[in-house]
């Protein structure tokens, strides 16, 4: 008794009271957002605010098991719990049941449950477990090559699922790996590519491709001050061009104008590279690399996204670009919800009172679409307050995770800390058309047993973790 009591006082119930009054604000919205007159009772469970408080119910003895088992024991299974995922995300493509055009859900009878929210505990765990260990480096290369293939795997079975937007939660991992000592320029290149991803869809292919290579050789200019050796290297890739060009003509071969370019580009390079490294200039290799890089990576946007995405992920990203405007076909939901959202006012329409919601304007409203209904109802006094919570409770787990004694139990409240964030800005982002919509839930608000659970237990192994934050694991 006195050993319970002692870890009662240990846990953070700052931590617990946002979760509760997260989750308490959720299922009233659900009601809200799926209020019938013919059931208006909230503890009727054959509607989905009653299946959800069932749900918050077992999550309840969810969080007792966790504080009953040993924290130790969160040390031990990482490994067993990641591969036990692996297998049943691989399952699920060969045996789970197609919803809204995802093969992500296991049915049984009536239950129904999505592996890839499990899935994120499990790869926080392996994750903190691998960086924890002693003399573990995570610049060097094998490392690098082991972290991201224990992300990859899950990532890559996920999108085999049609699941965008559990397997883009993924990326949330490098806010761990960046606080872990990994080099900002990893951040930088990241960025990077996101500005080349979005120029590639508004841009010609052609232009952009002709604009790397003219900005290389500017970068070159201004880090070497050397006209002489710019204008050799600007030679060498019209006369490796004009190769490219000769011969296409000569043997009659068809090929589009950009492989041209980004053929002329690895020519000249080659021979670039030679001279170069006869003159001592192998720091401006990282030019080359860069050019090399960028126009292949514009090349494969421009090939995914016009052959391998669906047309309805085409639509939303075009319309969340502006390059579209299709407000009754793929910008549907975006532009409803935020009709729903401006509508409420700053004191909202009140409880039940929502005619977007009400009426069933907005698609997936109890689910990926929540913030929407408290935006109505509650107006912006209500959506504040909901980021507010969030805010709080990202912040409070950021002091949590800085004063661990444990490096498992830190990086582990990171992962928990950057998936909570991601999720957070994208789902919110969704409804106000700042963000694709790519179907990612509201932690502790949507409806759904799967991302209930799954939060619950991501969020609540590392309280339990913290309160025993003076032992070292």
């Not at 749900?55 to 299974?77: E, R």
């Not at 004191?347 to 109890?366: A, D, H, I, R």
Request: glycine share 8%.
């Amino acid at each position: 008794m006195r050993r319970n009591s002692n870890i009662l006082k240990q846990i953070d119930w700052v931590t617990v009271f946002i979760y509760i009054l997260l989750v308490f604000f959720g299922w009233i919205n659900i009601y809200a957002a799926v209020y019938d007159d013919n059931h208006q009772s909230i503890f009727d469970i054959s509607q989905r605010y009653g299946k959800q408080l069932i749900w918050i119910g077992a999550s309840l003895f969810l969080i007792i098991g966790i504080f009953i088992i040993n924290h130790k024991f969160y040390s031990f299974i990482p490994f067993p719990v990641y591969l036990l995922t692996i297998f049943m995300l691989i399952f699920v493509i060969i045996f789970g049941r197609e919803v809204n055009g995802a093969k992500s859900w296991f049915e049984i009878g009536s239950f129904k449950f999505q592996p890839a929210e499990f899935a994120k505990f499990a790869t926080s765990l392996v994750l903190a477990k691998l960086l924890s260990i002693y003399n573990f480096k995570i610049y060097k290369f094998k490392n690098i090559i082991t972290i991201t293939a224990l992300l990859l795997i899950p990532f890559i079975l996920i999108l085999l699922q049609n699941d965008t937007g559990s397997a883009l939660v993924y990326v949330s991992f490098i806010f761990v790996l960046f606080r872990e000592g990994l080099s900002g320029n990893i951040l930088l290149i990241g960025l990077l590519l996101i500005v080349l991803f979005i120029l590639a869809l508004f841009l010609n292919v052609l232009n952009l491709i002709i604009g790397i290579t003219l900005l290389s050789f500017i970068i070159f200019w201004i880090s070497n001050r050397n006209i002489k050796q710019t204008l050799i290297g600007v030679g060498i890739f019209i006369l490796s061009g004009l190769l490219i060009w000769g011969i296409t003509l000569l043997f009659e071969i068809n090929l589009l104008e950009s492989l041209q370019i980004l053929l002329a580009v690895l020519l000249s390079s080659a021979f670039y590279t030679l001279w170069l490294i006869r003159n001592n200039l192998h720091k401006t290799l990282l030019i080359i690399g860069f050019a090399i890089i960028s126009i292949s990576f514009v090349l494969s946007v421009d090939y995914i996204f016009n052959n391998i995405l669906e047309k309805h992920h085409q639509s939303r990203i075009n319309n969340l670009l502006g390059i579209e405007f299709d407000p009754l076909g793929a910008g549907y939901n975006v532009n409803q919800s935020k009709i729903a959202i401006g509508s409420g006012g700053f004191l909202g329409k009140g409880f039940l009172n929502g005619t977007q919601t009400k009426y069933n304007f907005v698609p997936e409203q109890s689910t990926d679409f929540i913030f929407c209904t408290v935006g109505e109802e509650w107006g912006f006094i209500g959506t504040s307050s909901v980021l507010f919570l969030f805010a709080l409770l990202l912040l409070r787990l950021i002091f949590l995770a800085e004063r661990q004694r444990s490096a498992f139990s830190r990086i582990y409240g990171y992962s928990v800390i950057g998936i909570l964030f991601f999720h957070v800005v994208i789902n919110i982002g969704m409804t106000i058309g700042l963000a694709p919509v790519i179907g990612i839930p509201l932690p502790f608000f949507s409806y759904g047993g799967s991302s209930l659970w799954s939060f619950t237990i991501l969020l609540f192994i590392f309280i339990k973790l913290d309160a025993h934050r003076m032992e070292l694991l």
